[in-house]
């Protein structure tokens, strides 16, 4: 049978969520050879279907036995889930592709952005398990790897402008319960975040460590660094969550190794593979977070020199973070290991 005829059975464990959610309409839009679609998630999803090319598929409880006769099990409901039942998925034959943190920094999985570092995959022989990046770290290399492969990077400073759906369902319903209040004069309630998100600013993401930073910003330092295979680059990130939906944006300044003008950084990424570059500031034209939501590209413009250095850039950068950051990488990495691996 030719590889083109080949169909693959997948589970989505975290089907019910916003990220297995987005996995199913991801897998659908992008045609993925399915034989079979298996759904997992709670015992409090028992008795839903989730419809998937117009057919209703029920719902199964996650559990240690879900994964006889899986080819390809992705991942997305949370660590705690991931650690417990991925062995499981493995041992069972699937090949697992994880959405959390819970295996990304292991020596023997591959943490894999398909447009970086692809070839990393071919690991996942080792524990038939690979790794998604956190989203912030996703759309970052997305746009820096080209501007690596050119000059080098030695050093990033990033700030992040997060989305809330970032945290999940209930913290859309928070922001626009608060926005309603607001509007309405009525006291506004928090209990997603620890301070009122609407028209705020919370430099927080994840929890606090003891160096000062939060796990979210160590996530953008070590995941690139294993990305990139560079264990000398600099990277300083300050995570922050804003009263946006969806689309995480970045503010993204490089300290190349050698000199790259904004112009060829531009003529870079104009063909660099899963980037859109934006960038006509004359005419208002630049990457927005209400743009990048529902696209799989990751947003690039105002590109320019940092002047107060020898070899600096400064850019912005867009992406969905539940597709590109999330759901979309996944079933990138299972369409290359089905095509080349399995
Ligand atoms: P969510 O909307 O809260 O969905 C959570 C999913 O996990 C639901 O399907 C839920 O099922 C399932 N689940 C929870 N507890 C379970 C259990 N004990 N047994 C079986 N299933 C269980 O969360 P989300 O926003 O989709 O995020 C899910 C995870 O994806 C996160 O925890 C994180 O690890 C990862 N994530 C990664 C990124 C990234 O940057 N790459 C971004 C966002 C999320 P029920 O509906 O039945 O409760
Ligand atoms: O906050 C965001 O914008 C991204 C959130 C990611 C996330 C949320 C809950 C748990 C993660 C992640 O992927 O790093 C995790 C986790 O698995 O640790």
Redesign the pocket.
Known sequence: MSQRERTFTVAV?????????AMLEVLERRNFPLKELRL??????VGKKLKFKGLEIP?Q??GKDSFAGIDVALF????A??LEFAPAAAEAGAVVVD???AYRMDDDIPLVVPEVNPHAIAAYTKRSIIA?????T?QMLVALKPIYDQVGIKRIVVSTYQAV?????NAIEELKKQVHDYVAGNPLENKVYPHQIAFNCLPHIDSFLPNGYTKEEMKMVNETRKIFEDSAIGISATTVRVPVFYGHSESVNIETRNKITPQEVKDLLKDAHGVKLVDDPQNNQYPLAVDGEGKFETLVGRIRADESIENGINMWVVSD??LK??AL?TVQIAEILIRDYL
């Open positions: 464990a975290g089907a019910t969520g916003a990220v297995g959610g997992l998630a709670s015992e409090r999803s719902v409880v996650l997305s409901a949370g660590a889930r991931s959405n959390s943190s998604n990046p956190n989203c912030s996703i759906s970032g945290t999940g369902a973070n539940i950051g999330a990488n």
